[in-house]
């Protein structure tokens, strides 16, 4: 895709340099539109993904200046104790830091506004971005940038990522605070009692050498609101001068020093934006009464059930209608190597191979992928899933888990890698590990996609509803039985977004930035499956394949034996099996797959709930160790096996 | 009282919170401190209760129950806000 922001004067650098020039930060509250403004300044260098929950990093070109921008998952504060957030804070305390991008949503001033004001304890210069003023005007929020400025000493421009406004704007400041000594934003004084505490530990920490990349009244601060995460400071004088004025403020105002040190800030910030704010209209806007619709008690409900059965509804059949058109095409390529089978055997399996690759990616899972990706942008994009949360709290406390889990759960649904880093938001331990080991159950768009195209050729769409409600009721049996094991959650604390109107232009951009991380990373797996499946079938070896996975699959299933090879295939990706059932049984199109209602039912069931993929394995590993990993793995098999064997019986009984 | 049992459209004001740290820091990080203004939006029986402050925007929160079950509020009137 041509990159529409070229005339930025803004570069990728191709091959990674050394040594970078200056590193600037990209710092906000969660989905104040830090990621957008990460693609647009570094050349759409990034996933398609608003949730961020781990560092971005990209190197970036400005006249001919190396630099290099981060992307950092949304903070609330920086003495946060929330997982994602402590990702945030450990970077920053970690890494030099030259120039700091903050990001404030305009309509949300007052908590951008508090950010800010610790951001200035760090001693380094910032820039704020006032973010999405077109939902500021529709509001009637003029934010007067002059004052704002001088109040805080920061350079401040407004503009709407989403839309691109306003960026060129942005790379000139960059340019400008790179190029010139950009000025150094005045640290926020506190109360003088506070600020005697703060310069006693400035001393001790100048005095004791410890390194520091910043100001020596920023680590004050942050070992006065929350020492764990500074853990170098554990020095006797420090912890001395802590206790002297926790037990001050304990005593006197009944508080903990963070919540006496945030208040303070939150005063400061709330003062400043009734200054520099001016509303000019003072009207309900459209998104606030439905807001009050979609949150209602009982209408909300209803239309949460709406908005899922079209989203599932667009997919099918949006899906079926790309599928259609390609189809013929990809046909027509496949009749043109098939004199080539007789000739020339070993090549025909390999080309044969690396075809049905291509076949399985832009015939069958493309087709459901590219709705399913646009249509969780465009949701993601209003900040409907907040009020999903509030929604769905109460049933969510049912089966054990609080509301914020379902925000994993329906990335979970794009796919579970995202998912996954999603858990970082979860507070608990004990609720990321629950949702983390439910996250590889949920129907990812691959597993979406083999039931679909499954469903769409030989069951209809009866059965891909009974299946996706069995795989959501025995998430929520699943999550009962752990809840029961594991010890109790914390409850929700949780901020419900304004309503904004989707952009469709950043949604389109994301959406083709995972259609685009779908067609590098997937296809060549698929079309690598492809040719060694093709090997696997020439040489003939897939019997071992067959005969290994033949106890579930033929003997406990009564699947045909030649499947067991497809499930091999289906850990590497799961849409390979969809490919590899086509040579397995050695067939053209779905419709013709030898197999009965029953067998392709309990195939579908096994195929969604058997082993995580490649990458969620590798994810859940990496996240959680080894011993959840390989928990989950043999979990969900036993789960697959035993689900299935159910639906064996169960389809036998009603089809006999 | 407590914010589960507080009335609902009725200006309260927050006297204590009576949880751990990590739900204070959770509470402070949203800007929900002892003495700050808030009103109680929705109460449902089942699922969190809604809350938006007094003084500010139309910032709003969800709250679940047994969190807000540890929070102290007071009713007050609108004049002393």
């Known amino acids: 895709m041509k990159n529409q922001y070229n005339n930025l004067q803004i570069h990728n650098i191709s091959n990674r340099s050394d040594t970078f020039g200056k590193t600037i930060a990209i710092i906000g509250l969660p989905q104040s539109g830090k990621s957008t403004i990460f693609r647009l300044l570094t050349d759409m260098k990034s996933h398609g993904y608003d949730a961020t929950f781990e560092v971005t990093e990209a190197e970036t070109k400005i006249k001919n200046k190396k630099i290099k921008i981060v992307d950092l998952p949304g903070i609330q504060s920086l003495s946060s104790s929330q997982f994602s957030e402590k990702i945030a804070i450990n970077y920053l305390l970690n890494n030099k830091i030259d120039l700091i991008i903050n990001i404030i949503d305009s309509t949300n001033l007052v908590r951008g506004l508090k950010l800010t004001v610790e951001l200035l304890d760090l001693g380094i210069p910032v820039i704020i971005c006032l973010n999405f003023q077109d939902e500021a005007q529709k509001r009637g929020i003029i934010i007067n940038k002059t004052i704002l400025s001088k109040e805080l000493g920061c350079l401040t421009i407004s503009l709407t990522a989403r839309s691109g406004n306003g960026i060129q704007e942005l790379v000139n400041l960059i340019e400008n605070s790179l190029e010139l000594c950009p000025p150094y934003a005045k640290p926020f004084q506190y109360s003088q009692d506070i600020e005697q505490h703060i310069r006693e530990l400035e001393q001790v920490i100048t005095e004791t050498n410890i390194n520091v990349y910043y100001n020596p009244r920023f680590y004050a601060i942050k070992a006065i609101e929350n020492p764990t995460n500074i853990p170098k400071f554990s020095h006797p004088q420090i912890n001395k001068i802590i206790n002297e004025l926790e037990d001050k403020i304990t005593q006197q105002l009944n508080q903990e020093p963070f919540e006496f040190i945030s208040q303070i800030r939150h005063s400061y910030a709330t003062e400043l934006a009734n200054n520099v704010i001016h509303i000019s209209k003072n009207r309900i806007p459209f998104q606030d009464r439905m807001d009050a619709l979609i949150s209602h008690p009982i209408i909300g409900y209803i239309v949460f059930f709406a908005v899922l059965l079209l989203f599932f509804v667009c997919i099918f059949f949006v899906g079926n209608f790309l599928a259609s058109l390609i189809d013929p095409i990809l046909a027509s390529i496949g009749r043109s190597f098939a004199p080539l089978e007789k000739s020339s055997p070993f090549l025909w399996a390999s080309i044969n191979g690396a075809y049905q690759g291509i076949l399985g990616a832009l015939g069958i899972v493309l087709p459901y992928f590219l709705p399913l990706v646009l249509l969780t942008s465009l949701l993601e994009e209003t900040g409907y899933m907040s009020r999903v949360v509030l929604l769905i709290d109460g049933l969510m406390h049912k089966i054990g888990l609080h509301g914020k889990s379902i925000l994993p759960f329906m990335l979970g649904m794009g796919c579970s890698v995202p998912a996954l880093y999603a858990t970082r938001m979860l507070e608990n331990p004990r609720d990321r590990i629950m949702t983390a080991i439910l996250i590889p159950f949920i129907p990812c768009s691959a597993r979406l996609t083999v039931i679909f195209a499954l469903a769409a050729a030989l069951t209809g769409p009866f059965w891909a509803v009974i299946i996706l409600l069995y795989i959501m009721l025995l998430i929520g049996i699943i999550s009962k039985i752990l809840s029961r094991i594991m010890p109790s959650s914390s409850g929700l604390i949780m901020e419900i977004v304004p309503l904004k109107f989707p952009s469709f232009k950043n949604s389109f951009i994301k959406t083709w930035l995972k259609i685009k991380d779908f067609l590098g990373d997937a296809l060549i797996f698929l079309i690598l499956g492809g040719i060694v499946l093709g090997w696997v079938q020439y040489f003939n070896i897939s019997s071992i394949f067959d005969i290994m996975f033949s106890p579930i699959v033929s003997g406990l299933l009564d699947l045909p034996e030649k499947l067991g090879s497809t499930l091999v295939f289906g850990f590497l990706r799961k849409e390979l099996v969809l490919v590899m059932t086509y040579q397995a049984l050695g067939v053209s199109t779905l419709s013709n797959l030898p197999m009965t209602l029953s067998q392709v039912i309990v195939f579908i069931i096994f195929v969604c709930l058997y082993f995580p993929c490649l990458s969620t394995f590798i994810v859940l590993w990496k996240e959680f160790k080894w011993k959840i990993a390989i928990s989950s793995a043999i979990f969900s098999l036993f789960i697959a096996t035993i689900s299935s064997f159910i639906f064996k019986i169960l389809l036998n009984l009603i089809y006999i | ?81």
């Open chain 2, 1 to 81: 009282m407590t914010l589960l049992q507080a009335p609902e459209n009725v200006p309260l004001k927050i006297t204590e919170i009576k949880s751990g740290i990590e739900i204070k820091k959770q509470l402070s990080n949203l800007d929900l401190y002892i003495t700050e203004y808030i009103i109680k939006l929705k109460g449902a029986r089942f699922g969190p209760i809604l809350i938006q402050k007094l003084k500010e925007g139309n910032e709003k929160f969800a709250i679940g129950q047994g969190i807000a079950d540890k929070i102290i509020v007071e009713s007050c009137n609108e004049k002393s806000i």
